[in-house]
């Protein structure tokens, strides 16, 4: 075992690790929550969105063919520990895999609120704190998380738009001068499609194929 690390378990053969000091969390959801079931529940939701947005890197490197080591949770945030990035693209589509992660995590959360809320209020009720952790904090860590600074993610995600920027004013996606209907984007290899190829890899890899 890592020292101070506990190995949570693995997925995809990427050894998912859990650091002590996440524990210090702990008082301070005490102190949030009158009810300690509630602080429980929410540090759970807590580490779990963490894990989740790690994951998203996780399976944005693996699309990209690269080789993941471990991703671990510690008290002021995670890391996804993988092989470095062949190109710029690929490491913009890294960047990303994490908020991406959390918008999966938002709606997933939303919508399950909305039915529980109406089918089930008390079952809502109780589940207060994750519903909170999934939904309003997650919004407010994946904003803070695209702000362009390093080390978060916002300063190498951002780089996607000049990237789009330079591609589109290359003019490997123009209009025919001869009317009829707009050339798809691209020639092979072109930014669009190697975007178009990473986004179809990962939804191959979330739905286990």
């Known amino acids: 075992m890592r020292s101070?690390?506990?190995?949570?378990?693995?997925?995809q053969d990427?050894?998912?690790?859990?650091?002590?000091?996440?524990?210090?969390?702990?008082?301070l959801y005490w102190q949030s929550y009158p009810d300690?079931?509630?602080?429980?529940l929410s540090m759970f939701a807590f580490l779990s969105l963490l894990l989740a947005h790690e994951a998203g890197h996780a399976v944005a490197a693996m699309s990209c063919g690269l080789?993941?080591?471990?991703?671990?949770?510690?008290?002021?945030?995670?890391?996804?520990?993988?092989?470095a990035a062949y190109s710029e693209r690929d490491d913009v589509l890294v960047a990303w895999?994490?908020?991406?992660?959390?918008?999966?995590?938002?709606?997933?959360?939303?919508?399950?609120?909305?039915?529980?809320?109406?089918?089930?209020?008390?079952?809502?009720?109780?589940?207060?704190?994750?519903?909170?952790?999934?939904?309003?904090?997650?919004?407010?860590?994946?904003?803070?998380?695209?702000l362009p600074v390093p080390p978060l993610d916002g300063y190498?995600?951002?780089?996607?738009?000049p990237m789009l920027w330079e591609y589109l004013s290359s003019g490997t996606a123009q209009r025919p001068r001869t009317g009829g209907n707009v050339t798809p984007?691209?020639?092979?290899?072109?930014f669009l499609d190697d975007v178009r190829r990473a986004i179809a890899?990962?939804?191959d890899r979330l739905k286990g194929k």
């Open 201 to 203: 890899q990962l939804l």
């Open 156 to 161: 190498r995600a951002w780089r996607a738009f």
């Open 4 to 11: 101070g690390y506990w190995k949570l378990g693995t997925w």
């Open 67 to 83: 080789r993941v080591h471990a991703i671990e949770a510690r008290l002021f945030g995670g890391l996804c520990w993988h092989e």
């Open 36 to 40: 300690p079931a509630w602080a429980i």
């Open 14 to 27: 990427i050894p998912f690790y859990l650091h002590w000091s996440v524990l210090l969390w702990l008082p």
């Open 97 to 146: 895999g994490g908020v991406l992660a959390q918008a999966c995590v938002l709606v997933i959360a939303v919508l399950a609120e909305k039915v529980l809320w109406r089918g089930y209020p008390d079952l809502a009720y109780s589940l207060m704190p994750l519903f909170y952790v999934f939904i309003k904090a997650n919004v407010v860590i994946a904003a803070v998380n695209l």
């Open 185 to 190: 984007f691209g020639k092979r290899g072109g």
